[in-house]
């Protein structure tokens, strides 16, 4: 018995350790892809076209969104970011689960358009542990790590839109509170319509 | 932060290989404790009052079920069956998952009082093979095992009611699945409704 694909969202503040977590996962995950954002702004040192963005053109991005290839998409600083709805479908038709991270308001974009749809928000475990851990790194400016603070305040206002809260207090912990999800979300009843069926000899 | 203990109830028709998941399943989880059973039906060989089950005379369970102390019971064979508030309760009170092992009816009747009950399934690859498996332990007569398949054909019925649906195809996959369900079911929003302004730092 095949499951198919479920597609993924994945968003956390910035600073809560969402790619570190992530990379761990995809390292362990025997089912998720990755589904590679678009963006239109240049790319940075050692960052890869189809690898870390696909990076479009403002014409091509345009025409995209035009033709409904885009599932999603903001502006941000005068660029688009979105999910080329190519990225997922390919992770899916090959039954993959398609793992999108992408921001709150693109991930409410996604519930709307795909109600079964697993969206998972990452946590850290307190935004004043959240404002030491960006003090500590000490790679930005007190006003910047304010500012990223009071950002953060705000993107936690939409989890509770979101299915799974996964506190990031623990790397190693996290990465197999992640991992759990997607294997539970993957046996959940309402995802496995064909199942009882197959189960009872009725269907081949 | 600390979670709440969540009933879990397992269910699984004979020959799906429940016990020796369950058994395996304790080993390795963290959270989860096993609610006890009560009978009335005598011991058997080996099998010890408060760990296999609560032997009770049928005067004290009728009394445990007149006093509310019985969360579901069944009459089977002319013995009783059920499952106590204690067992339960103590669990939970100790920041356990409480693991009822119970069937499809005592099941049912959990989800109506308990709203919030996590219920697993456990099913076998197909009925199919569910019948080989119990013609080769050649421990029952051909009748027996044409009866058994015929029930679990029943009680496959009521398998849509359950949260979750876990296929025992391989045992460690089939307890890895079961200790994801219980990770996860922990991380859902619906779950953690303090942790957002646990986070906010709104209350301590």
Redesign the interface.
Known sequence: ?ENKGILFVVSAPAGCGKDTILNEFFKRSKTAGYAVSATTRAPRSGEIDGVHYHFLTVDDFKAKIENGEVLEYTEYCGNFYGTLKKSVDDLLENGKDAVLKIEVEGAMNIRKKFSDACLV?I??????ILEERLRKRGTESEEKIIERTKQA?TE?EF??N??????NDDLNEAV??L???F???K???TR?AE??E????EKN
């Open positions: 018995m928000f946590l850290p475990p307190s935004l004043e305040r936690l989890a509770k979101y299915d799974y809260l996964i506190v197999e509170d991992l759990s999800v294997r539970a979300e046996l959940r009843k496995c199942l009882l197959s189960i009872k000899g």
